[in-house]
């Protein structure tokens, strides 16, 4: 069947606006402090939003009335100012009577799932992989009339507070399989996986003493294995087992390490720009990735 | 034809050795003498002395803060069942996993026969639990096959530990008693083992030049019968030899566990029942925090009264955070009796692995010294044995204010080297969360000292000022909505 397509503009709903209207979404989508400041991740958002507007949803988002969760001061020892946040933040959510949130930053969905209910906010929390994931399955998203990943190498870097902190490992794999795309593990994967080097406030300071920076020791094994480079990998430390037999060959072209998080995105892109490898290793969002096999960029 | 005969005749000739070559009960022989009183004496000692040390180690957790750990007592259960008894998170490793298994269960199984030795010991018997009769068989030889194997196994953890091949068995942390304690371990084993089969051995031997049979079975023990004299007075004091030096061994041994690393045999079963069941991420809430800023947030709210004292008077008040171990949870120190310093958690640490200071294991492993440096130390061990090569700040030991946990033992460096990926909590093969207390003693850096990093500083004003961890102002915050376009698709209609 032919398609037409056509350039939309967007007008993303506030939630003031909605219940001025006495209308409720059914999804709040929060955004996150990287989502609405750091360039790269607000790329991520808005893909995330041509999905929502794609599939037709209802949503909102808070906009201004949004403050940090308190993630970053509370994995400090500020539990003064986490709690002074959280609290600010539960009266705006209660005040517009939400249920059900949507976020694309592992760290907000873990502070506002697991330590919000502690503080009288008890919301249902959904990250956008899994969220993606239920589209996937129910139909609305097939993945198919945008950009063809057919073929090209990926590989998915687990982030601690979705992984380890939450046990949500499958989600972002399922979203990854709809993209057809040669999908390779890394050896540090799901429960093992070795963290960005951002988590526990790291992203806002620098590293203590040592040999070496935590996210390009990660860098380095995920190009290894997009590569499949087996010394590399053997090499690498904290690993007993031994290496994965990957098919041989430097397929280097177009190759994408995928995460699900703002601050492992900064740390995988420092990584790479690090390696010299931007001209063929990319750092995509699961959402920026569905959002271009959809053909939703515009 | 031949062949099948051949099989059978194989197969019943295993079954006999393995059973035994005699299934029927015989008269239990008893012979009271003076060695029975003695036994007595050492049983009580060793029990005793037992006892009186495992008071002190339990006073030493209790020293931490009150945490409400009943309820779901099912849950607890069941993973108590899982990753204690069935050393579910040993198996991430395979090798480690098969030797400790042997081992695990050869220490299991292996003292069934104890439960023989002391009673044997009391009451003159001469392996009373051979009215069991083809079960008696099954069990020594059982016995006697795991021996073997914890030997070979024993030995495989020696050469894993002392040649090097293992990176996790280095580090600053495992030098001096951390270092001596690991090996004696291993030759207390080889040593236990010795003297089982020492016992075996000659007593079979012995049986054998009389002329008798003795119930059991030894698959192993028979093998080393010709290493033995053929003189039957010989023989019969090796064989009392095997026999005092398992028990007394063993029950020194118990005596040296709460020294060792080794106590992890008894404490990891309950530091596994009281292991946290919520999700990894989710850190505990301070509630004193809660009402402060509730009561800042809506004026009329009401603080609880704080508890007291039974007598009414005030209690002393607690920091925030932890800065010495009474601090930390009665769980944390609960953990840091059953770490058996394996360094998993260290040798997944991302800032470990990166060259940082930090090393989950050492955390742990300084909450255990501190606290027996400060309360009570076990018979053994005490924390000046634990080299000050493996302190960080030997200078700051010498001031009295600051010899805490924190500072004393644990630098703020390792502790803001850490970024919170809960690898350490997820590898710990009993379940320790050395986590939790990194948290607590940042949160007594920052709430009590205002000692955090000064980029951290500025993290927390940009919050406080710009609800955003970044300096930009709260009115840029939906930009990011600006000219946004999305690819609008629809079927073509005729």
Known sequence: MAEQTAKRPVSVPLMADLAARGE???????????????????????????????????????????????????????EFLFQMQAMTNIATLNGYGIKKVVTACPHCFNTIKNEYPALGGEFEVIHHSTFLQQLINEGKVTAKGGESFKGRRITFHDSCYLGRANNIYEAPREVLEVLDADLLEMKRCKTNGLCCGAGGAQ?????????????????????ATLDGDADVLLNLQGVESTAPVLPAGSNR???????????????????????????????????ELIASAEGLNA | MAKLTAVKAVICYAYRVYFGLNPKPTQIPVHFSIQNILFLLVAVAGFGLF???????????????????????????????????????????????????????????????????????????????????????????????????????????????????????????????????????????????????????????????????????????????GLFPDNLTALAVLERVGWWAHIVGILLFLNYLPSSKHFHIIMAFPNVFYSR??????????????????????????????????????????????????DLAWTNLLSA?????????????????????????????????????????PLIFHPSLYGPEAKHNPQEQLDKENHTLLRGYVTPEELWACTTCNACVEACPVNINPLESIVEMRRFLVLEESAAPNSLNVMFSNIENNGAPWAFSPSDRFNWADDLFVTEKAPVTA
């Open chain 1, 24 to 78: 409720s979404p059914e999804i709040l989508f929060w955004v996150g402090c990287a989502g609405a400041f750091d360039d790269r991740y607000k790329r991520v958002t808005r893909a995330f939003v041509r999905i929502l507007e794609h599939v037709g949803v209802s949503y909102a988002v808070l906009g201004m009335e949004e403050s940090c969760t308190g993630d970053p001061a509370k994995r400090a020892g500020n």
């Open chain 1, 203 to 223: 992203m806002w300071k620098d590293a203590e003493p040592g040999k070496k920076e935590i996210n390009v020791e990660r860098t380095e094994e995920a190009l």
């Open chain 1, 253 to 287: 072209g177009g190759s994408v390490i995928a995460v699900a998080c703002p601050f492992c995105m900064t740390m995988m892109a420092d990584g790479v720009k690090n390696k010299e490898r931007e001209s063929d290793v990319q750092v995509f969002d699961l959402a």
């Open chain 2, 51 to 225: 006892a009186w040390q495992a008071r002190k180690i339990r006073a030493n957790i209790l020293v931490g803060r009150d945490r409400d750990m009943s309820g779901h007592v099912n849950e607890r259960l069941w993973k108590t069942l899982l990753v204690a008894f069935g050393q579910q998170k040993m198996f991430k490793r395979l090798t480690p996993a098969f030797l400790h298994l042997i081992v695990y269960v050869g220490f299991i199984v292996i003292n069934i026969e104890v439960i023989e030795i002391m009673v044997d010991g009391l009451f003159g018997t001469h392996r009373f639990l051979q009215f069991l009769g083809p079960l008696y068989s099954a069990l020594t030889g059982t016995n006697e096959v795991l021996g073997a194997l914890v030997v070979l196994a024993v030995v495989a953890f020696w050469w894993r530990r002392n040649a090097s091949v293992v990176r996790r068995f280095t580090g600053p942390e495992l030098r001096a008693w951390p270092k001596l304690d690991a090996n004696v371990i291993l030759y207390v084993e080889v040593i236990l083992m010795a003297a089982l089969f020492t016992m075996n051995a000659a007593d079979l031997k012995l049986h054998q030049l009389e002329g008798k049979v003795l119930p059991g079975a030894f698959p192993v023990s028979s093998l080393l019968t």
């Open chain 2, 277 to 326: 069941l919520v999700p990894q991420g989710q850190f505990s809430n301070v509630e004193s925090i809660t009402h402060e800023v509730k009561a800042m947030m809506d004026p009329s709210y009401e603080v609880p009264a704080p508890a007291t004292n039974p007598d009414g008077s005030a209690l002393a008040p607690t920091p925030f955070g932890a800065k010495d171990v009474d």
């Open chain 2, 337 to 377: 009796y059953s770490c058996t310093e394996c360094g998993r958690c260290t040798s997944v640490c991302p800032a470990n692995l990166t060259g940082k200071l930090l090393s989950p294991r050492k955390i742990i492993m300084d909450t255990r010294d501190r606290v027996e440096e400060k309360y009570n130390s």
